[in-house]
């Protein structure tokens, strides 16, 4: 198999607080980790790359001070919303590819956060 | 520029109708991929295709990838509401480093009972 979880999958939060999503591969390990945002009807838009370990790698646009990832081990990454606004209200999916030799991606249910 | 264009975006039809979805760039991928997503939940793998001219089925779903390896199309046969939900097709071109995958845009399914 080849799931991958998140917690929490909803959270709602004031303004100015932080929240932390957890991402994890519960039959495999992953050395490779990714967390998307994805708004209503929309495709995904990815945010970083994560690699256990090392730094995440962030795209053009993300702020890596607001959105904090963390790949701590095979089995886990984290991303941290600091400091949250409505702006940042979206529902975000992570994904943790399996096997280094193929492009696939297995993805998480997704959190939707509310920032009030 | 949008790498992997995906069509339709929307498409509304009645259940028993049959359907193709469309995914092409002008660039090569070594392989690509197909997920479905239903409301509130994450895409969930449907077919992986890596050969150029390789055809899938999974049951009425049928998955081709193009000779060149440049396009891919989803047909489902007698389409049912259960087949309700976000298409989305996903690859890494060749000419790209690293994992990171390349998503179309998606195609918005509703199947009307």
């Known amino acids: 198999g080849a799931v991958v979880s998140q917690h929490p999958s909803w959270v709602i939060c004031k303004s100015g607080t932080s929240v932390k999503i957890e991402c994890r591969s519960l039959d495999f390990q992953a050395t490779t980790m990714f967390w998307y945002r994805q708004f209503p009807k929309q495709s995904l838009m990815l945010m970083a790359t994560s690699n256990e370990g090392s730094k995440a790698t962030y795209e053009q646009g993300v702020e890596k001070d607001k959105f904090l990832i963390n790949h701590a081990s095979l089995t886990l990454s984290t991303l941290t919303v600091t400091s949250a606004h409505p702006e940042d209200s979206s529902f975000y999916i992570c994904s943790a590819q399996k096997d280094q030799g193929t492009d696939t991606q297995y993805f998480g249910p997704g959190t939707r956060l509310t920032v009030l | 520029t949008q790498l992997l264009e995906q069509s339709p975006q929307f498409l509304s039809i009645q259940e028993g109708e049959n359907l193709t979805v469309y995914c092409n760039s002008s660039s090569v991928f070594s392989s690509l991929q197909w997920y479905r997503q239903e409301p509130g939940e994450g895409p969930v793998l449907l077919v992986t295709?890596?050969?150029?001219?390789e055809v899938k089925k999974l049951k009425r779903l049928t998955f081709q990838f193009g000779d060149a390896r440049k396009d891919s199309s989803l047909h489902i046969t007698a389409a049912q509401p259960g087949d309700t939900g976000l298409y989305l097709c996903?690859?890494?071109?060749?000419?790209?480093?690293?994992?990171?995958?390349?998503f179309g845009e998606g195609t918005q399914l509703t199947v009307n009972p």
């Open positions: 295709v890596v050969t150029g001219g």
């Open positions: 996903a690859g890494r071109p060749l000419e790209t480093s690293g994992s990171r995958l390349t």
